[in-house]
């Protein structure tokens, strides 16, 4: 599953803002890999004042980092069109431009990842992965 940890720095996000950035980063990863939207998971943090710095400088600039932890095996133009789209969402949800949302993905081999007990699957195996799942795991899920 892709998790995706967003940090901001010289910003305050409200308990709404976090959940519509969750929502965007998780509609952006189903749209555009096809995976699953319970697969993605979104953890939220924040530097205090003074702890963020650029070039050796404290930075006073708001700013959002988005670091994607997502399994290997998909095409670049795939990884450029879901980081374009949680781009755009999250700037307009930070009120913030583009130019102060940072985005990272890094692929990790799926035989790499364990979650909910076991192994993941590779791109595209999500349907019969998550058939082999307890009845009573499946029915928890999020829709």
Same mark, same amino acid.
């Given at each position: ?5 967003v940090?901001v720095?010289n910003?305050?996000?409200? /308990?709404?803002?976090? =959940? $519509?950035i969750? !929502? +965007? &980063?998780?509609t952006?990863h189903?749209?555009q ?10 953890l939220?943090f ?10 050796g400088?404290?930075n ?7 670091h ?5 095996g998909r095409?670049?133009?795939?990884? /450029?069109?879901?980081? =374009? $789209?949680m781009? !755009? +969402? &999250?700037a307009?949800?930070a ?8 985005i990272?993905l ?5 035989t790499?990842m364990?979650?909910f007990g ?9 349907a ?13 899920l999020?829709?």
């Amino acid at each position: 599953m892709p998790t995706y940890t967003v940090t901001v720095a010289n910003l305050s996000l409200s /308990q709404q803002e976090k =959940s $519509q950035i969750a !929502e +965007a &980063i998780t509609t952006a990863h189903n749209t555009q890999t096809g995976a699953p939207r319970f697969f993605a998971q979104v953890l939220f943090f924040s530097t205090n004042e003074s702890e963020h710095f650029v070039g050796g400088r404290v930075n006073t600039t708001p700013q959002v980092f988005v670091h994607g932890l997502v399994r290997q095996g998909r095409s670049i133009e795939i990884k /450029q069109a879901l980081m =374009s $789209q949680m781009l !755009e +969402a &999250i700037a307009q949800i930070a009120g913030i431009t583009a130019e102060d949302v940072w985005i990272y993905l890094q692929d990790i081999p799926a035989t790499q990842m364990i979650e909910f007990g076991r192994f993941l699957p590779a791109p595209g195996d999500e349907a019969e992965w998550e058939r082999e799942m307890t009845p009573e795991k499946r029915s928890s899920l999020p829709k």
